[in-house]
């Protein structure tokens, strides 16, 4: 039982990630893992698994929603697909996550004074 | 809404996410596959990148659910199940449990209800007994209640106290009530002014008696009890202003009281006005019991302060007669000691029932013990699913967590059982009414009994279930997956526990076992005792009054007696037949008073010890079983002639002559205006109080004899005890007999407390006989549970040892040897045992002096019984098991592993 994700992201990130990645496309959950990490040109180390308790957060808070569908090479799989209060919600955590990142880059920037 | 929907969902969800992540993996390993792996490697890599996939699983649900409680819920149904597929652990376990759990509660409901509830009155904590003492006064030790308080002293407390709202005294005796059906002995109360208002309880219909009521020689009103108006009257309402013959008088019906309404601890029918006479009241006189309640704000001590100061006012404002000092008294060294209410209804019954709370605890701790054990054992033969539960993410917190969810479910179980029990025990309690138990009308099962049981079943379930619990659950137990299989022996480590445990078991048990022990032994030398009457089964008796307001005169008050006398003595059957003033232990306020002998010098300034007067007819002694150890007794024509002889106990003659045959023809008086009487007979001492309590000195008086006061008109005892020796005591046609007689001679008496002397003397023995059998039962459930621990974890240990016993066995160990060891292990445990018990034993045992009599709280016979029994007891729990294995064939054994 490795914490990695834990440790490498901080809270609400992994649902921030899948919460853009669907904003392209509804998606399986395999498809997802996969389009994350190859997004994020596998810098980050995902364990696979913990992207299911992350979509049942987002199902419990109703910011994604799922059907059962079929995958390409026709599988039966649950398809998530992002709702309008998901996309306002990323909105909201991106601005937010900018301006925190701005904040910290400008902390982190060789001294200018 | 929706979470609820979920929880109940629960099953579907799961089923939907494990198809998920399936093609999840699936899909991955196709890939992988694709990408030119092998199956199988592609599957473990696709495994790996996942995680734990059960973890994952539990994650992804725990979101929808208040994780815990929904935990929970299916931790309890998970125990539920593993129950059930388990019936006889289940039901050994739920026997244990609400058996000791029923003992408690109902043990528990009686000390609730008799010592925790507070009275029946309106604001009961203010209500206090007017109690006191006299440490000055000689022979009023034997008085139970202290000295009681004499009419001029209620004048003087009530008229000048300053800390009390309202007092009052009263006394509890019998009347006769006629015109109403057959002639019936009622209990009355008499009451002073004060008295109800005290209590504070209002009548259910009509009014108090009132001041107005307490005139001496005014109109003669009283009160019914809700009872007596209930059975005599039909509850109707107009019985106000009839009238009720009470002694051959017409009383006006006032009021009636509410039911359950009690003058302390006192039931009656009818409440009468004491009515005072101010004007003959001396010093004297102390018959009274006095209640009062305490201002807002005022204590008892504050009270007891308060009636210090104002015993010399009573002295100075009354006296004794004329020539007499009235602060005689101060050498009486009279003393208030002001008692709260409750302490004066519950008497001394509560050192008993916390002795008996106490062991019924100890023997749930016992029980807990057990169920411990089998819990261990049953966690251990789980240990493989534990170890696979944990090595599956099964947190630690969560293994504990689901061993005392279900030792928690045990408990409760066993909790609703055992109420069930104990509801049924209290009424089987109550209906056989064990001992003079005060308040036992009260004692039901309440809110607070069902709060102790709950509390009682979940700590007890947490006692038990922690152990196994803490134990098993622990982080190493992913080792048990390797080293389950195959043991050689079992480790020391591992039964630990469960040694402590039996230790712990055997050493409780002895405790129990010696308490019940040493009650049998008192028990035993009270039998011993001559209480002063002979084989009781067949002795019946009967109480008889005769009013003044019946029949007038004196002489003809003793030749009815007498006349009843001759008719009871011609029943066939009869033996004999004679009446007294009381038989022992009836429980009847006796008389006391001073006596003064002929040959003796008394100082002017000391009052003479109290002796016990009672009022003998002739036969009496030889019908009741006494021994009359010298001289003679009284016949009936020198009772008729007022001759002045007496008789004497021979703890008096002693006291006095030196020995019994020396009072013969010594001569004394109760005052100085009475004649001197001649001692004719010595009496043997009778246990007058119950045979633990010494006999006290006595006096024996003719039932006639002339006015000890001075001139005035003979007196008759007007209220006795006949006592009949019959093989027929107490049968149905031998009571119609007796009736029949009495009615012949007067068919206005009513017959009172007819019983037999054996009802009398087992109720004198009731208070040692029902912590005798408390205690007993106490005893008897801890030795049976102790030695299914020891049996229990021998077997289980030998069951163990198996594989080494049959490696033994084949390399030749004789048979014998080996079960030497066994049996030196299991002894080992019972020595240990018994050696802390005993220690503990003599301590705790320490508690129940008060309830001993002829042994002492550390008899060594009985401690060394016990412990022999209890070792005898283990050795033979282990042999059964220790024998079986030896006569396995060793080869089985081995072929087995």
């Given at each position: 039982?490795?914490?990695?994700?834990?440790r490498?992201?901080?809270?609400?990130?992994?649902?921030?990630?899948i919460?853009?990645?669907?904003k392209?496309?509804?998606l399986?959950?395999?498809?997802l893992?996969?389009?994350?990490?190859?997004?994020?040109d596998?810098?980050l180390?995902?364990?696979?698994?913990?992207?299911?308790?992350?979509?049942q957060?987002?199902?419990?808070?109703?910011l994604?929603k799922?059907?059962w569908?079929?995958?390409s090479t026709?599988r039966?799989?649950?398809?998530?697909?992002?709702t309008?209060a998901?996309?306002?919600?990323?909105?909201?955590?991106?601005?937010?996550f900018e301006?925190?990142?701005?904040?910290?880059t400008?902390?982190?920037?060789?001294?200018e004074? | 809404?929706?979470?609820?929907?979920?929880?109940?969902?629960?099953?579907?969800?799961?089923?939907?996410?494990?198809?998920?992540?399936q093609?999840?993996?699936?899909?991955?390993?196709?890939e992988?596959?694709?990408?030119?792996?092998?199956?199988?490697?592609?599957?473990?890599?696709?495994?790996r990148?996942?995680?734990?996939?059960?973890?994952?699983?539990?994650?992804?649900?725990?979101?929808?659910?208040?994780?815990?409680?929904?935990?929970?819920f299916?931790?309890?149904?998970?125990?539920?199940?593993?129950l059930?597929?388990?019936p006889?652990?289940?039901?050994?376990?739920?026997?244990?449990i609400s058996?000791?759990?029923?003992?408690?509660?109902v043990?528990?409901?009686?000390?609730?209800?008799?010592?925790?509830k507070?009275?029946?009155y309106?604001?009961?904590?203010?209500?206090?007994?007017?109690?006191?003492?006299?440490?000055g006064?000689?022979?009023?030790?034997d008085?139970?209640n202290?000295l009681?308080l004499?009419p001029?002293?209620?004048?003087t407390?009530?008229e000048?106290?300053?800390t009390?709202?309202?007092l009052?005294?009263?006394?509890a005796?019998?009347?006769?009530?006629?015109?109403?059906?057959?002639?019936?002995?009622?209990?009355?109360?008499g009451?002073s002014d004060?008295?109800l208002?005290t209590?504070g309880v209002?009548?259910?219909?009509?009014r108090?008696?009132?001041?107005?009521?307490?005139?001496?020689r005014?109109?003669?009103?009283?009160?019914?009890?809700?009872g007596?108006?209930?059975?005599?009257?039909?509850?109707?309402?107009?019985?106000?202003?009839?009238?009720?013959?009470?002694?051959?008088r017409?009383?006006?019906?006032?009021?009636?009281?509410?039911?359950?309404?009690?003058v302390?601890?006192?039931?009656?029918?009818?409440?009468?006005p004491?009515?005072f006479?101010?004007?003959?009241?001396?010093?004297?006189?102390f018959?009274?019991?006095?209640?009062?309640?305490?201002k807002?704000?005022?204590?008892?001590?504050?009270?007891?302060?308060d009636?210090?100061r104002?015993?010399?006012?009573?002295m100075?404002?009354?006296?004794?007669g004329?020539?007499?000092?009235p602060?005689?008294?101060?050498?009486?060294?009279?003393?208030?000691i002001?008692r709260?209410?409750?302490?004066?209804?519950?008497?001394n019954?509560?050192?008993l029932?916390?002795?008996?709370?106490?062991?019924?605890?100890v023997?749930?701790?016992?029980?807990?013990?057990?169920?411990?054990?089998?819990?261990?054992?049953?966690?251990?033969?789980?240990?493989?699913?534990l170890?696979?539960?944990?090595?599956?993410?099964?947190?630690w917190?969560?293994?504990?967590?689901?061993?005392?969810?279900?030792?928690?479910?045990?408990?409760?179980?066993?909790?609703?059982?055992g109420?069930?029990?104990?509801?049924?025990?209290?009424?089987l309690l109550?209906?056989?009414?064990p001992?003079?138990?005060p308040?036992?009308?009260?004692?039901?099962?309440?809110?607070?009994?069902?709060?102790?049981t709950?509390?009682l079943?979940?700590l007890?379930?947490?006692?038990f279930?922690?152990?196994?619990?803490l134990?098993?659950?622990?982080?190493?137990?992913?080792?048990?997956?390797?080293?389950?299989?195959?043991?050689?022996?079992?480790?020391r480590?591992r039964?630990r526990?469960?040694?402590l445990?039996?230790i712990?078991?055997?050493?409780?048990?002895?405790?129990?076992?010696?308490?019940?022990?040493?009650?049998?032994?008192?028990?035993?030398?009270?039998?011993?005792?001559?209480?002063?009457?002979?084989d009781?089964?067949?002795?019946?008796?009967?109480?008889?009054?005769?009013p003044?307001?019946l029949?007038?005169?004196?002489?003809?008050?003793?030749r009815?007696?007498?006349?009843?006398?001759?008719?009871?003595?011609?029943?066939?059957?009869?033996k004999?037949?004679?009446?007294?003033?009381?038989m022992?232990?009836?429980g009847?306020d006796?008389?006391?008073?001073q006596v003064?002998?002929q040959d003796?010098?008394?100082?002017?300034?000391?009052?003479p010890?109290l002796?016990?007067?009672?009022?003998?007819?002739?036969?009496?002694?030889?019908?009741?079983?006494?021994?009359?150890?010298?001289?003679?007794?009284?016949?009936w024509?020198?009772?008729?002639?007022?001759?002045?002889?007496?008789?004497?106990?021979e703890?008096l003659?002693?006291?006095m002559?030196?020995?019994?045959?020396?009072?013969?023809?010594?001569r004394?008086?109760?005052?100085?205006?009475?004649p001197?009487?001649?001692?004719?007979?010595?009496?043997?001492d009778?246990?007058?109080?119950?045979?633990q309590?010494?006999?006290p000195?006595?006096?024996?008086?003719?039932?006639?004899?002339?006015?000890?006061?001075?001139?005035?008109?003979?007196?008759a005892?007007?209220?006795?005890?006949?006592?009949?020796?019959?093989?027929?005591?107490?049968?149905?046609s031998?009571?119609?007999d007796?009736?029949?007689?009495?009615w012949?001679?007067n068919?206005?008496?009513?017959?009172?407390?007819?019983?037999t002397m054996q009802?009398v003397?087992g109720?004198?023995?009731a208070r040692?006989?029902?912590?005798?059998?408390?205690?007993?039962?106490?005893?008897?459930?801890?030795?049976?549970?102790?030695?299914?621990?020891?049996?229990?974890?021998?077997?289980?240990?030998v069951?163990?040892?198996q594989?080494?016993?049959?490696?033994?066995?084949?390399?030749?160990?004789?048979r014998?040897?080996?079960?030497?060891?066994?049996?030196?292990?299991?002894?080992?445990?019972?020595?240990?045992?018994?050696?802390?018990?005993?220690?503990?034993?003599?301590?705790?045992?320490?508690?129940?002096?008060?309830?001993?009599?002829?042994?002492?709280?550390h008899?060594?016979?009985?401690?060394?019984?016990?412990s022999g029994?209890?070792?005898?007891?283990?050795?033979?729990?282990?042999?059964?098991?220790?024998?079986?294995a030896?006569?396995?064939?060793?080869?089985?054994?081995?072929?087995y592993?």
């Amino acid at each position: 039982m490795t914490k990695a994700t834990q440790r490498d992201l901080f809270p609400g990130a992994l649902e921030m990630m899948i919460l853009r990645t669907l904003k392209r496309q509804p998606l399986h959950g395999y498809a997802l893992a996969q389009n994350i990490k190859q997004t994020s040109d596998n810098v980050l180390q995902i364990e696979e698994g913990s992207l299911y308790p992350a979509l049942q957060r987002l199902l419990k808070q109703e910011l994604v929603k799922a059907e059962w569908g079929t995958s390409s090479t026709n599988r039966r799989v649950r398809i998530y697909k992002l709702t309008a209060a998901g996309a306002k919600h990323l909105q909201r955590e991106v601005s937010s996550f900018e301006r925190m990142l701005e904040g910290i880059t400008r902390v982190l920037a060789p001294g200018e004074s | 809404m929706n979470h609820l929907r979920k929880l109940f969902s629960q099953r579907r969800m799961y089923l939907e996410l494990s198809e998920e992540i399936q093609a999840h993996l699936d899909e991955k390993v196709d890939e992988l596959v694709a990408d030119g792996m092998s199956r199988e490697e592609a599957r473990q890599v696709a495994l790996r990148e996942f995680g734990n996939v059960s973890v994952v699983e539990e994650k992804s649900l725990d979101v929808w659910t208040w994780s815990y409680v929904e935990n929970l819920f299916s931790d309890v149904k998970y125990g539920l199940r593993a129950l059930r597929h388990n019936p006889v652990f289940t039901i050994v376990v739920l026997l244990t449990i609400s058996i000791g759990i029923a003992a408690n509660a109902v043990v528990f409901t009686v000390v609730n209800s008799v010592l925790l509830k507070p009275l029946h009155y309106p604001r009961a904590e203010e209500l206090v007994a007017l109690h006191q003492v006299a440490p000055g006064a000689e022979g009023l030790a034997d008085f139970e209640n202290g000295l009681l308080l004499s009419p001029s002293m209620y004048f003087t407390y009530a008229e000048h106290n300053r800390t009390f709202q309202s007092l009052g005294v009263w006394f509890a005796s019998t009347a006769n009530v006629t015109g109403l059906a057959v002639p019936e002995q009622v209990r009355t109360v008499g009451v002073s002014d004060g008295v109800l208002q005290t209590f504070g309880v209002p009548p259910a219909v009509g009014r108090w008696l009132s001041q107005t009521d307490q005139v001496p020689r005014g109109p003669e009103r009283v009160m019914l009890s809700y009872g007596y108006w209930q059975r005599r009257f039909g509850g109707s309402e107009t019985v106000v202003g009839q009238n009720i013959t009470l002694d051959s008088r017409p009383r006006e019906i006032v009021g009636v009281m509410p039911q359950g309404f009690q003058v302390v601890d006192a039931d009656f029918d009818v409440i009468t006005p004491l009515a005072f006479d101010r004007g003959s009241v001396i010093l004297a006189g102390f018959g009274f019991h006095g209640i009062a309640r305490l201002k807002p704000g005022k204590t008892i001590a504050d009270a007891d302060a308060d009636l210090a100061r104002l015993l010399p006012v009573w002295m100075d404002s009354w006296s004794n007669g004329p020539g007499n000092n009235p602060h005689i008294y101060e050498t009486w060294k009279i003393t208030p000691i002001i008692r709260p209410l409750k302490q004066e209804v519950i008497g001394n019954i509560g050192e008993l029932l916390w002795v008996v709370m106490g062991t019924i605890g100890v023997v749930m701790l016992i029980a807990c013990a057990n169920v411990t054990n089998l819990l261990l054992v049953r966690v251990e033969a789980r240990q493989q699913e534990l170890a696979v539960r944990a090595a599956l993410g099964a947190g630690w917190a969560r293994i504990v967590r689901g061993i005392l969810v279900e030792s928690v479910m045990l408990g409760l179980m066993g909790g609703v059982v055992g109420l069930a029990l104990a509801y049924s025990g209290v009424r089987l309690l109550v209906a056989m009414s064990p001992t003079n138990l005060p308040r036992l009308s009260e004692v039901s099962l309440d809110a607070r009994t069902l709060g102790f049981t709950f509390l009682l079943s979940v700590l007890s379930s947490v006692l038990f279930g922690l152990v196994p619990a803490l134990k098993y659950a622990g982080p190493r137990s992913g080792s048990h997956l390797r080293s389950m299989g195959r043991t050689i022996t079992a480790s020391r480590e591992r039964h630990r526990a469960r040694n402590l445990l039996v230790i712990g078991q055997v050493s409780m048990a002895l405790v129990l076992l010696v308490g019940a022990g040493l009650m049998i032994r008192t028990f035993e030398a009270l039998r011993t005792v001559d209480p002063g009457f002979a084989d009781p089964q067949h002795l019946q008796l009967l109480r008889i009054s005769i009013p003044g307001s019946l029949v007038a005169e004196p002489e003809r008050v003793t030749r009815i007696q007498n006349g009843i006398l001759d008719k009871l003595a011609a029943i066939p059957g009869v033996k004999s037949a004679g009446f007294v003033s009381e038989m022992p232990m009836e429980g009847f306020d006796s008389n006391w008073d001073q006596v003064f002998a002929q040959d003796k010098v008394y100082a002017d300034n000391t009052i003479p010890p109290l002796r016990l007067y009672k009022y003998i007819s002739p036969d009496l002694l030889q019908t009741a079983g006494t021994t009359l150890v010298a001289g003679r007794e009284m016949m009936w024509s020198e009772i008729y002639g007022l001759q002045p002889r007496v008789m004497v106990s021979e703890n008096l003659a002693r006291e006095m002559w030196g020995t019994p045959s020396a009072a013969i023809g010594k001569r004394l008086r109760e005052s100085p205006k009475m004649p001197w009487h001649e001692v004719i007979g010595v009496i043997q001492d009778v246990s007058e109080k119950g045979v633990q309590e010494t006999a006290p000195e006595t006096v024996y008086w003719a039932p006639l004899m002339e006015n000890p006061f001075g001139p005035g008109p003979e007196q008759a005892t007007r209220t006795v005890t006949f006592a009949v020796r019959s093989e027929r005591a107490g049968a149905e046609s031998f009571l119609n007999d007796v009736r029949e007689a009495v009615w012949s001679v007067n068919s206005n008496l009513p017959l009172a407390s007819v019983r037999t002397m054996q009802d009398v003397y087992g109720r004198s023995l009731a208070r040692t006989s029902f912590t005798l059998v408390m205690l007993g039962i106490a005893a008897a459930m801890a030795l049976v549970l102790g030695i299914i621990g020891i049996y229990g974890v021998m077997s289980y240990a030998v069951s163990q040892r198996q594989r080494e016993i049959g490696i033994r066995l084949t390399l030749g160990a004789p048979r014998g040897h080996v079960l030497q060891m066994v049996l030196q292990q299991g002894t080992k445990l019972a020595l240990a045992g018994v050696a802390i018990g005993v220690g503990a034993g003599l301590g705790l045992t320490r508690l129940m002096t008060h309830l001993l009599f002829g042994v002492t709280a550390h008899d060594p016979l009985t401690f060394a019984a016990v412990s022999g029994l209890l070792i005898l007891v283990a050795v033979l729990a282990c042999y059964i098991p220790a024998r079986r294995a030896i006569l396995v064939n060793p080869m089985v054994t081995l072929r087995y592993e």
